[in-house]
């Protein structure tokens, strides 16, 4: 592979409205994640068809990821082409029908993405709240660490058995922080809050198989009190050493405004490799790429560096079955 197909591998873009198919050739890109607007008045034929124009485009295949986290978080269900009512929250499955229904609804939902070409979906969420004054409240589990930890165990292990990726989000956990696509949160609650609670469902996750970590812009000051999440070396080291995640590390979306004031616009995507993400979630990828060819060229990035990601990368799609 050459650098520049590497680096491509370790983007997963916002699906661009115009010319799609040919930045997917253009920038070798690892994945496209999608949003309302790409189901939004869609048949079902139409989107199977966008799905496979990408993929034919790609040399390398490619993950076509989703947020379809049930309640207030649905990109494909809210197309009634799709399904006739939009799947429920995690809190709404639970309180009706406890983890048996939650079990169904989790094979209900990755037979419906598989069925139209996506093959990731950017759940469960792994964030203990239980407070409803939370910002995350409404998407989580509702409950305590070891309860959210059971809930998190079950999903991640039924996606597995219906060739689902998974993504564990929002390390190394909410709490009762703010909306950070508004603007900076900043959590100081201590490392032994970590360790006796948010911790829990991600290491149950990861216990499970799960295949991705999405890594929250919060700063989590008895981590790392400068940056956020997204950015610091000590946070992924964390992810790595203690909870011994040995999968690909996804960025919450770089445009977000609270982790863009702490680098600057062309920097961003470097300062998150250089912190351990194997996966850059972001919009305007036609900037970061060119940026991390730079820095390697440079020598601010090493070659081995970027084959550390790409090599996880390839082995998740090896064994999701994409490739």
């Known amino acids: 592979m050459t650098l520049e197909e590497k680096v491509g591998q370790m983007f997963i873009a916002r699906c661009p409205e115009i010319n799609s198919v040919q930045k997917v050739k253009e920038y070798n890109l690892g994945g496209y994640i999608l949003f309302s607007r790409d ?79 996506i093959n990731l979906n950017f759940a469960p969420i792994c964030d203990v709240s239980q407070n409803p004054e939370d910002f995350i409240y409404d998407r989580s589990f509702g409950q305590n660490a070891e309860q959210t930890a059971a809930y998190v165990h079950l999903v991640v292990q039924t996606m597995f058995q219906e060739g689902m990726g998974s993504v564990l989000k929002h390390f190394p956990g909410y709490g009762n922080n703010v909306d950070t696509h508004t603007g900076i949160a900043y959590d100081n609650r201590t490392y032994e809050t970590f360790l006796n609670s948010d911790f829990l469902p991600f290491q149950a996750g990861i216990d499970s198989g799960a295949n991705m970590v999405l890594v929250s812009h919060n700063v989590v000051s008895c981590m790392d009190s400068q940056t956020p999440a997204s950015l610091s070396s000590q946070v992924h080291k964390i992810l790595r050493e203690e909870l011994k995640f040995t999968g690909v590390i996804i960025t919450d979306d770089l445009a977000m405004d609270g982790v863009r004031n702490f680098a600057e616009d062309t920097k961003i995507a470097v300062q998150a490799v250089k912190a351990g993400n194997d996966m850059l979630c972001c919009t305007d990828f036609e900037v970061q790429i060119p940026a991390i060819l730079e820095a390697v060229k440079q020598g601010e990035i090493t070659e081995e560096r970027i084959d550390e990601s790409v090599l996880r990368i390839l082995e998740l799609k090896i064994s999701l079955g994409i490739i």
């Open 39 to 117: 189901f939004s008045g869609k048949t079902r034929d139409e989107i199977i068809q966008n799905i496979q124009s990408y993929q034919s485009a790609a040399k390398i295949p490619m993950f076509i990821g989703v947020d379809e986290e049930g309640g207030t978080v649905n990109r494909v269900s809210t197309n009634p082409n799709l399904r006739a009512v939009p799947f429920w929250s995690p809190q709404e499955l639970y309180a009706e029908g406890g983890f048996d229904l939650i079990q169904s609804d989790t094979q209900e939902k990755c037979e419906l993405l598989n069925s139209l070409g």
